[in-house]
């Protein structure tokens, strides 16, 4: 009687047996032997339950999705919002209840442009999420049936063949012309051979030929193989658990605003306190004091710079977007201004990710093609004209297994024979023509002993062998080579010259195949014996046309731009040379030589131009290494080993369209295009961006100053308030707002791309800038108190018609004042400022919101003014040009004492 034998194995979950260490290298028969599994049955039912409950299910917990109430909260988290949360409170307490309505209406503004903005970027990085649920063949209870990728557990056998992807960690049981593409996850370019056979327990991810990698790909063959590693036990786990890791830290911006909010927090509770308790101790009145100290704290906070800086920031997001660069977070907008190193990934970042053919070699000579067209080079004899070149780029043709669809979403098979495909397709030599002239009869696949493959093909009465594979493999089979006089003998001479120019090509950076042919009377005949070389072609991952000019941008503008890549340095060397990254004689260190050294050695770190051959772990650490230098680093990559860097860098930059979506959601910025000159262009806008965040915040602070010192003047002397604290946030929200947007708005510098990244710890204002904001707020208030002491002179008005003169007189001179934030080596009438359009925008709205109030009753009464008369607005307008006068002046006389 025939018992099931999966049946009778009910192994309890606490007995099922330890995943195999080093898998890889085992043989097939002990991993399976460990994992207790048959490979013709597969697992039972029962046993998959068992195994999902003993080693969980096949997923990666990615970061979480952005919650709503996270991006609320985080708006709020600011000592300036307590600040003016608590004067709300305040006023409301004692029944200002505009005023302190007034104050949370712009702080509920700012929380809901910042929220909208950031939101809404959350939102379309998710949208860029779209990797399907993949599904695998598994042999479960004897039987081959498709489950869902996550459904895959430790010890299910799974049958893939050619276009598969990956999902899981497998060991290859069987292996038939396997290759397969672990770009994503290593950095190789070039599909890597497959076999069952066993390889060196420490061999680094990348030579693990008996294992196929969950993220990957199956390009070519078919195969078996037992899952060994699910969800976050598989190596692509292992680097989404560094990415998770991985924390970066906040931006100079974020640090700079927190920083310049702390130090007016702090100087508006000091000041609020002593002017205060000043006039209390004075006998001054306790409700006046309670309404000073709110007019104070509403004078002192700039409610207007949050809600200016987010829109900066939100436009530059938007701009950027326009550009094909998607950013994450707002202050990330700004981080790329502050740059000083750009780590980079090779792969699909600073080449195309495809392989194309660079060179053709027969025994007539070579011919150099354009790798982006496949054409000749105009110095070299076209491919028509020179049938040694016509029949190498026939046999790689017909002797092929790749596929080429309409777009490149469709092509199918190995990326090398895809670069074959599209020689053939650019030369006149379409794969489906040839297969007519030559119908297919068989084919000998690829083989790791002979490292060749061949295919039959009918030729006349006769038969068409066609052979490629390792270029030294292929020289020893052949008997015969082709020459310009016909076939020749292949002799120990001719073989030694042919291995030199492979040993050439290798030095230069391409992956080498040679082909040969021959032609027999029957279809049977082992196809590598009298095979005639044809010659050799080189191919490479041809580096982006456009990505030599943006690293010279990157240089121009003082950054450094530093190759780190997973692939070999031959290849390493080659795409820097193409790019112009480095020169011949820059440093280079290989991934192994990293674990070799120690915090002495962080110059020589610091010095190298291309790092080859580094790990996820590796990449993670240098990114550290630079940031411990006092480096702002951005870093770029598309694949998975790139996901734990760029989610530590302080910007990570990931691709778009080729990059996986680990790599995006480890990310502050994504390019749409992937297009490196993106980034050149991001930099020059978070450069536009800074400078003129220190502009308007210049101007708000300056105006600011002046109302403190209006209020604080006037209650050390016992003067009646002359400007009232809702008055003071109608300043600060309306007028003050729209000229710092304006600013906001500018071009920045002609050459602001030459200049160097600023110091990663120079704070937003500066001693200059803090200098000039003192002197000009110092100059405002003289004005102001002018206005004040010519109306009682002159007029001698009634309080309110007195708070009217002097409430504009200050709003007219801030207004004014945006002229003042020209640059120093600016000219006095033609400058960046007076080149804005959008500030005379802002002028002409800013003068309309403040005539019209004074004489619409309803908001007139609110803001506590009546309508000025003639006399009124003589004295209005006067004083408030005096304070630009002056401070014009002052410029001028500074610039000549600094000539």
Known sequence: MCVDRLSQRQIPVTDRPALPENAHSLSGADVLEILDVSAPEGLSDPEVAESRARYGRNTIEMRKKVRPLIVLLHQVKSPVV??????????????????????????????????????????????????????????????????????????DIVLFEGGDGVSADIRLIEASNIGADESALTGESVAVDKSQEPVAADALVADRTSMLFKGTLVTRGSGTGVVVAVGAETELGRISRLAEEAQPEESPLEKGLAKLSGQLVWATLVLTALIAGTGILKGGDILLMVNSAIALSVAAIPEGLPVVATLTLARGMWRMARQNALI?????????????????????TLTENRMAVRRLWVPAG??????????????????????????????????????????????????????????????????????????????HAFDASTKMMATV???????????????????????????ADGVSPMDDAARAVWLKRIETLGHQGLRVLACATKTGPTAEENPYDGLTF??????????????????????????????????????????????????????????????????SDTG??????????????????????????????????????????????????????????????????????????????????????????????????????????VVGIAVLSNLPLPILALQILYLNLVTDVFPAFALALGEGEKDIMNQPPRPPKEPILGRDQWSA???????????????????????????????????????????????????RKSGLFFNEVTRNGWIWGAIALCSLLLIVPAYVPAIADILQIVPPDRDMWLIILGMSAAPLAANQIGALLIAQVRR
């Not at 020589?604 to 990114?623: G, H, M, Q, W, Y």
């Open 328 to 348: 994450e977070r707002l202050p990330a907008v700004e981080i790329l201004g502050a740059t000083t190193v750009i780590l980079t990934d090779k792969t699909g």
């Open 457 to 483: 093909h009918e030729d006349g009465d006769g038969y068409l062998y066609a052979a490629k594979g390792a270029p030294e493999m292929v020289l020893r089979r052949a008997a015969f080579i082709s020459t």
């Open 604 to 709: 020589k770190l610091l010095e190298t131009d291309i790092f080859s051959r580094v790990n996820p772990s590796e990449k993670l650490a240098l990114v550290r290494a630079y940031q411990d230098a006092g480096e702002i680093v951005a870093m770029t990559g598309d694949g998975v080993n790139d996901a734990p860097a760029l989610r530590q860098a302080d910007i990570g930059i990931a691709m778009g369209l080729r990059g996986t979506d680990v790599a995006r959601q480890a990310a502050a910025m994504i390019l749409l295009d992937d297009a490196f000159p993106t980034i050149v262009k991001a930099v020059r806008e978070g450069r536009i961006i800074f400078g003129n965040i220190r502009r308007f915040a210049a101007y708000l602070l300056s105006c600011n100053l002046s109302e403190v010192l």
């Open 82 to 155: 307590y600040l003016l949360g608590a004067a709300a409170l305040l006023a409301l307490y004692f029944g200002e209840w505009s005023q302190g309505a007034a104050i949370l209406v712009v702080l509920a503004l700012n929380s809901a442009i910042g929220f909208g903005t950031e939101i809404k970027a959350a939102r379309s990085i998710e949208a860029l999420r779209t990797l399907g649920t993949r599904s695998a063949r598994v042999r479960r209870n004897g039987q081959v049936r498709t489950v869902p990728a996550e459904d895959l557990v430790v010890g």
């Open 773 to 823: 904001i003192v002197a000009q707020s110092l100059v405002l208030t003289a004005g102001t108190f002018g206005a004040l002491f010519t109306a009682q002179y002159w007029l001698a008005p009634d309080p309110d018609a007195l708070v009217t003169i002097t409430f504009l007189t200050l709003a007219f001179s801030q207004l004014w004042h945006v002229f003042n934030m020209r640059h």
């Open 534 to 599: 044809l010659g050799l072609i080189g191919l490479e991952d041809p580096a982006r046309v456009d990505v030599p000019d943006a690293i010279r941008g990157c240089r121009e503008a003082g950054m450094r731009v530093v190759m780190v890549t997973g692939d070999h340095a031959v290849t390493a060397r080659s795409i820097a040379r193409h790019v112009g990254l480095g020169s011949e004689t820059s440093r280079m260190i290989d991934g192994p030589e990293l674990s070799g050294l120690n915090k």
């Open 366 to 443: 070579e011919l150099e093609l354009d790798p982006m067209s496949g054409a000749a080079d105009t110095k070299s004899p076209t491919l028509e004209d020179r049938p040694q070149f016509r029949q190498l780029a026939q046999v790689a043709v017909l002797c092929n297994n790749a596929a080429l669809g309409e777009n490149e979403t469709d092509h199918s098979g190995d990326p090398m024979e895809q670069a074959l495909l599209r020689l053939g397709d650019r030369t006149g030599l379409t794969q489906n023509a040839l297969l007519d002239q030559h119908p297919r009869v068989c084919e």
